[in-house]
């Protein structure tokens, strides 16, 4: 099959939205040689998702990580659940063709919290609105701060078609007015210090005839309990049970959601310590182990963790790896350099843009 073909068999009637994927697949023959090995893995994962964009998502992710680990060529192979059912079956199993060495990775995504689910659709139904207004301008929105409030969402939800309104009208009355290669900020009434909007005039636009979007910024909405969300993809006893005793097992988690970052997941490690620590029996049996000793036995098999956040990375190290001391099998030095800068500078072609509607 050609790319086309292999995109359209693996998503079907939805394949028109997946742009990235095919991309992907044009970058790369390696990829390409993956999808075609796994595709009926692929289409029954994606047919069994029952078209929700989060699950869809959660399949992306274990693809999108195979495509980042053929892109390293010390890596002679990447195996999609190679175990077969009756076993633990983590999501990848990669080859280094240096020494020959194999290790295994579960994939798991952290997904946007409601709220940010919310502002997403809020901010893009404004954009959608707003750029079907006939004008020479470009417009951007500069919306709350690292502080926001939660309770920001009901509030931009309540005004707007207010919102739109004054947004527009300011096109309408200031298209003229605006010279060339030149830019206007304006605060909607109600909402001073909170949202702000810039109508600028580019000396060429892109399209003809309508409003374009420049972007802008977005509010972070962090509660300070992010961390809670590492800690329960690494406190899984579904997910420690995919590691194989005896071999090295990589937990990779990534994240769409703005609010989880390195911090939070260097707060979940820390918490997790404490608990087994002090010895919270009701903690551990809560999240479905017999109690700390348990939990701290089969973290014994988790011989790290690989998180790649959406944020751009501190000191230019673009993915975090935490390797456990007490894990039955190390991860090699060589191996975790590798995982550690893989990627770096980003992909071009990047997963975050597929989109099931």
């Known amino acids: 099959m050609n790319t086309v073909e292999l995109v359209e068999y693996i998503f079907e009637s939805k394949a028109h939205s997946f742009g990235a994927f095919l991309r992907a697949l044009e970058s790369s023959s390696r990829f390409k040689k993956f999808v075609e090995d796994n595709c009926d893995k692929v289409r029954k994962k994606i047919r069994n998702t029952n078209s929700n964009d989060e699950t869809v998502k959660d399949v992306l992710a274990e693809i999108e990580l195979a495509y980042l680990l053929l892109q390293v060529n010390r890596f002679s192979r990447v195996e999609y659940e190679c175990y077969g059912i009756e076993e633990p079956n983590p999501d990848l199993t990669v080859t280094d063709g240096k020494s020959g060495f194999a290790f295994n990775v579960e994939v798991k995504r952290i997904r946007c919290t409601d709220v940010e689910k919310r502002f997403g659709a809020w901010k893009q139904l404004v954009v959608k609105r707003v750029t079907a207004v006939p004008s020479e301008l470009a417009f951007s929105m500069d919306i709350g701060s690292f502080d926001t409030p939660i309770d920001l969402v009901d509030h931009l939800e309540a005004k707007t078609e207010d919102i739109i309104s004054y947004i527009t009208e300011t096109i309408v009355a200031s298209g003229k007015k605006i010279p060339l290669r030149s830019e206007k900020s304006y605060s909607v009434p109600g909402l001073e210090g909170v949202f702000e909007f810039k109508l600028i005039k580019p000396l060429r636009k892109l399209t003809s005839g309508y409003t374009l979007y420049y972007g802008g910024s977005s509010p972070i909405f962090y509660t300070d309990k992010e961390y809670r969300k590492f800690g329960d993809e ?25 609010t989880h970052d390195d ?34 036995k089969q973290l014994e098999r988790l011989s790290g963790i690989f998180f790649r956040s959406v944020w751009v990375a501190v000191d230019f190290v673009p993915n975090i790896l935490w390797c456990n001391d007490n894990a039955q099998c190390s991860i090699p030095n060589d191996i975790g350099k590798i995982l550690q800068v893989m990627d770096y500078p980003r992909s071009k072609v990047s997963f975050e843009d597929f989109k099931w509607c």
Not at 236 to 249: F, K, Y
């Open 234 to 258: 690494i406190c899984d006893p579904a997910h420690l049970g995919q590691m194989r005793s005896g071999e090295v097992n990589i937990l990779a988690i990534s994240a769409d959601s703005d």
């Open 263 to 296: 911090l939070d997941f260097g707060k979940a490690l820390d918490s997790l310590e404490e608990h087994v620590t002090q010895g919270d029996e009701g903690f551990f049996i809560k999240k479905g182990f017999k109690g700390s000793e348990d939990f701290a």
